[in-house]
Protein backbone atom coordinates (compact mmCIF):
# COMPACT_ATOMS: atom_id res chain seq x y z
CA UNK A 1 0.00 0.00 0.00
CA UNK A 2 1.63 3.47 -0.57
CA UNK A 3 1.28 6.81 1.49
CA UNK A 4 -0.10 8.77 -0.92
CA UNK A 5 -4.11 9.04 -1.18
CA UNK A 6 -6.30 11.10 -2.62
CA UNK A 7 -7.72 14.11 0.22
CA UNK A 8 -10.73 16.35 -0.11
CA UNK A 9 -9.55 18.92 2.58
CA UNK A 10 -12.60 21.06 4.21
CA UNK A 11 -13.04 23.13 7.54
CA UNK A 12 -15.76 24.28 9.72
CA UNK A 13 -16.02 26.62 12.45
CA UNK A 14 -17.60 27.12 15.43
CA UNK A 15 -18.08 30.60 15.88
CA UNK A 16 -19.32 31.84 19.86
CA UNK A 17 -20.65 35.12 21.11
CA UNK A 18 -21.04 34.39 24.77
CA UNK A 19 -23.48 31.14 25.44
CA UNK A 20 -24.56 31.85 21.84
CA UNK A 21 -23.29 29.78 18.43
CA UNK A 22 -23.63 30.94 15.35
CA UNK A 23 -25.51 28.17 12.92
CA UNK A 24 -25.89 28.13 9.07
CA UNK A 25 -29.01 25.96 7.88
CA UNK A 26 -28.24 24.13 4.85
CA UNK A 27 -30.68 24.13 1.83
CA UNK A 28 -28.67 21.53 -0.33
CA UNK A 29 -27.91 17.97 -0.21
CA UNK A 30 -30.00 17.74 3.35
CA UNK A 31 -31.88 20.51 5.72
CA UNK A 32 -30.60 20.54 9.05
CA UNK A 33 -28.20 23.31 10.85
CA UNK A 34 -24.28 22.92 11.26
CA UNK A 35 -21.46 25.31 11.37
CA UNK A 36 -20.35 27.27 8.88
CA UNK A 37 -17.27 25.67 6.31
CA UNK A 38 -16.33 24.73 2.93
CA UNK A 39 -13.52 23.40 0.90
CA UNK A 40 -9.83 24.53 1.30
CA UNK A 41 -9.09 25.95 -2.70
CA UNK A 42 -5.82 24.61 -4.04
CA UNK A 43 -2.75 26.41 -2.69
CA UNK A 44 -5.36 28.26 0.20
CA UNK A 45 -3.62 28.13 3.00
CA UNK A 46 -6.19 26.52 5.85
CA UNK A 47 -6.71 29.40 7.97
CA UNK A 48 -7.27 31.78 5.11
CA UNK A 49 -10.18 29.14 3.79
CA UNK A 50 -12.22 29.19 6.87
CA UNK A 51 -11.86 32.95 7.09
CA UNK A 52 -13.01 33.02 3.34
CA UNK A 53 -15.68 30.42 3.93
CA UNK A 54 -17.08 31.48 6.90
CA UNK A 55 -17.46 35.71 5.03
CA UNK A 56 -19.14 34.03 2.21
CA UNK A 57 -21.75 32.04 4.24
CA UNK A 58 -22.09 33.89 7.03
CA UNK A 59 -21.11 37.92 6.45
CA UNK A 60 -18.98 37.99 9.65
CA UNK A 61 -15.00 38.70 9.25
CA UNK A 62 -13.61 36.58 12.06
CA UNK A 63 -10.53 36.72 13.33
CA UNK A 64 -8.06 34.96 16.02
CA UNK A 65 -9.63 31.75 14.74
CA UNK A 66 -7.99 28.52 16.68
CA UNK A 67 -7.88 25.21 15.12
CA UNK A 68 -9.38 22.84 17.70
CA UNK A 69 -9.59 19.85 16.34
CA UNK A 70 -9.74 17.51 12.97
CA UNK A 71 -12.41 15.10 11.78
CA UNK A 72 -11.55 11.95 9.23
CA UNK A 73 -13.77 10.05 7.31
CA UNK A 74 -12.15 7.41 5.04
CA UNK A 75 -14.95 5.43 2.88
CA UNK A 76 -15.49 1.88 1.63
CA UNK A 77 -12.52 1.45 -0.44
CA UNK A 78 -13.23 2.41 -4.08
CA UNK A 79 -16.59 4.03 -3.01
CA UNK A 80 -15.72 7.64 -3.36
CA UNK A 81 -13.24 10.20 -5.37
CA UNK A 82 -10.66 10.38 -2.28
CA UNK A 83 -9.82 8.01 0.28
CA UNK A 84 -9.91 10.17 2.84
CA UNK A 85 -12.20 13.30 3.79
CA UNK A 86 -10.60 15.36 6.07
CA UNK A 87 -12.29 18.97 7.85
CA UNK A 88 -10.06 21.02 10.10
CA UNK A 89 -12.12 22.23 12.91
CA UNK A 90 -12.15 25.65 14.06
CA UNK A 91 -13.05 27.94 16.93
CA UNK A 92 -14.12 31.92 16.64
CA UNK A 93 -15.03 33.87 19.40
CA UNK A 94 -14.02 37.26 17.54
CA UNK A 95 -15.23 38.53 14.44
CA UNK A 96 -16.78 42.25 13.04
CA UNK A 97 -19.80 42.30 10.65
CA UNK A 98 -23.52 41.71 10.74
CA UNK A 99 -24.61 38.47 9.75
CA UNK A 100 -26.67 37.51 6.58
CA UNK A 101 -27.68 34.52 4.98
CA UNK A 102 -26.57 33.18 1.45
CA UNK A 103 -27.24 30.59 -1.28
CA UNK A 104 -25.63 28.16 0.91
CA UNK A 105 -28.63 28.35 4.12
CA UNK A 106 -30.16 30.94 6.56
CA UNK A 107 -27.94 31.84 9.01
CA UNK A 108 -28.46 32.85 13.02
CA UNK A 109 -27.62 32.50 16.26
CA UNK A 110 -29.11 29.73 19.02
CA UNK A 111 -27.89 29.11 22.44
CA UNK A 112 -25.57 26.13 22.14
CA UNK A 113 -27.74 24.29 24.68
CA UNK A 114 -30.93 24.45 22.31
CA UNK A 115 -28.78 22.70 19.07
CA UNK A 116 -29.58 19.21 19.79
CA UNK A 117 -33.39 20.65 19.50
CA UNK A 118 -32.74 21.37 15.91
CA UNK A 119 -31.99 18.94 13.19
CA UNK A 120 -28.24 17.74 12.89
CA UNK A 121 -26.07 15.91 10.30
CA UNK A 122 -25.16 12.25 11.04
CA UNK A 123 -22.51 12.49 13.69
CA UNK A 124 -22.61 15.75 14.31
CA UNK A 125 -22.63 15.38 17.86
CA UNK A 126 -19.74 13.26 18.30
CA UNK A 127 -17.96 15.49 16.21
CA UNK A 128 -19.12 18.60 18.60
CA UNK A 129 -17.30 17.25 21.46
CA UNK A 130 -14.07 17.51 19.52
CA UNK A 131 -15.24 21.41 19.06
CA UNK A 132 -16.30 21.58 22.93
CA UNK A 133 -12.89 19.21 24.84
CA UNK A 134 -9.74 20.79 25.08
CA UNK A 135 -8.75 16.52 25.72
CA UNK A 136 -9.93 15.43 22.54
CA UNK A 137 -8.46 15.91 19.12
CA UNK A 138 -9.98 13.97 16.62
CA UNK A 139 -13.31 12.80 15.23
CA UNK A 140 -12.03 9.63 13.09
CA UNK A 141 -15.32 7.73 10.88
CA UNK A 142 -14.03 4.75 8.95
CA UNK A 143 -16.69 2.86 7.04
CA UNK A 144 -15.84 -1.09 6.00
CA UNK A 145 -18.20 -4.04 5.26
CA UNK A 146 -20.52 -1.55 5.06
CA UNK A 147 -20.58 0.25 8.72
CA UNK A 148 -19.52 3.19 9.37
CA UNK A 149 -18.32 3.67 12.80
CA UNK A 150 -16.23 6.59 14.83
CA UNK A 151 -13.51 7.19 17.33
CA UNK A 152 -12.56 10.62 19.30
CA UNK A 153 -9.57 10.45 20.57
Not at 140 to 148: I, R, T
Amino acid sequence: MGRIERVELTNMCMICDGSRVLVLERKKNWRGVTFPGGHVEPGESFVASVIREVREETGLEISDVRLCGIKQYVPEAGTEQYDRYIVLLYKANRFAGEIKSSEEGNVFWIERKELENHALPHGFDAMIRVFENDELTENYWVCHNHELNYTNC
